[in-house]
């Protein structure tokens, strides 16, 4: 029997598991903005190689020894990040994107280019919305410049 885990804090979502993988609970996963993968050998360091690409790194939740089939529901715990509820902004924002202020919210940031002008990404979008939606953000900052 495993002992009880408290979490304080931390952040879950729900994902559907792709038709080429099966999900165990425990197992550790990158949640990029469309797919769900196990993690690599570098988990967790990899997290700024490829903090463009990929949304969060996760624990699968579950009983030792639960599996998730391919299309079933399965929680995680979401490692590294805090999750928000965010405006959007106009521009709209896409899942897996990186986020900038706009006028009236957040929305998707401009191609990350060798231009001199900095600007802030507060995180990077966990779903997709129009202007005046709220969408979940992984609070992720980092600089970006701007093209």
Same mark, same amino acid.
């Given at each position: ?17 792709? =038709? ?7 197992? #550790? ?19 700024? =190689?490829?903090?463009?690409?990929? %949304?969060?790194?996760? %624990?699968? !939740?579950? =009983? #030792? ?28 924002? $896409? ?8 006028? $009236? ?21 966990? =779903?997709?919305?129009?202007?005046? $939606?709220?969408? #979940? ?8 410049? !701007?093209?």
């Amino acid at each position: 029997m495993l002992p009880e885990r408290r979490l304080k804090f931390a952040d879950f979502g729900t994902y559907t598991v792709p =038709a080429t993988l099966t999900v165990r609970a425990g197992m #550790p996963l990158t949640l990029d903005a469309t797919d769900v993968s196990p993690a690599t050998e570098d988990f967790p360091n990899a997290r700024e =190689a490829v903090a463009d690409t990929t %949304i969060v790194f996760a %624990i699968a !939740k579950g =009983a #030792p020894g639960v599996s998730y089939a391919a299309a079933a529901q399965f929680e995680a715990t979401h490692l590294f990040t805090s999750v928000e509820w965010v405006l959007v902004g106009t521009g709209g924002a $896409d899942r897996g994107s990186r986020a900038v202020a706009a006028a $009236d919210g957040l929305t998707n940031a401009p191609a990350n280019g060798n231009a001199t002008t900095r600007i802030h990404s507060p995180g990077i979008f966990l =779903a997709s919305g129009v202007v005046g $939606d709220f969408v #979940p953000l992984a609070i992720m900052p980092c600089g970006l410049n !701007k093209t």
